[in-house]
Nanobody
Framework: QVQVAESGGGLVQAGGSLRLSCTAS????????MGWFRQAPGKEREFVAC????????YYADFVEGRFTISRDYAKKTLNLQMNSLKTEDTAVYYC???????????????WGRGTQVTVSS
């Protein structure tokens, strides 16, 4: 019973940084496992990262290679993804997702927002 909306995408040169945000509405933010996935044109969705309900545990896809950091702000009910050292292959629409069960790691999600476009140029 949570609705999310992504923001923060844009155009950046390779090696640059972006910070994505996901605002969540509803009473269950603190009880949800949340994360990010992405989808490039013509390709299937690809898991990026997830974070536990209390924020104490995180899990990343192999391609992240230490470049991204996922976090959540309980006061603002916001999920964030700090992306550094961006590569052209990171170009995709990034989606904020939620799960309503306790599966870990949460590499798939039950619902998500409309997404935000990230474009990395060479």
């Amino acid at each position: 019973q949570v609705q999310v909306a992504e923001s923060g995408g844009g155009l950046v040169q390779a090696g640059g940084s972006l910070r994505l945000s996901c605002t969540a509405s509803g009473r269950s933010f603190s009880s949800l496992v949340m994360g990010w996935f992405r989808q490039a044109p013509g390709k299937e969705r690809e898991f990026v990262a997830c974070i536990s309900r209390n924020g104490g545990n995180t899990y990343y896809a192999d391609f992240v290679e230490g470049r991204f950091t996922i976090s959540r702000d309980y006061a603002k009910k916001t999920l964030n993804l700090q992306m550094n050292s961006l590569k052209t292959e990171d170009t995709a629409v990034y989606y904020c997702g939620v799960r309503y069960d306790s599966r870990w790691p949460a590499t798939e999600f039950s619902s998500w927002g409309r997404g935000t476009q990230v474009t990395v140029s060479s």
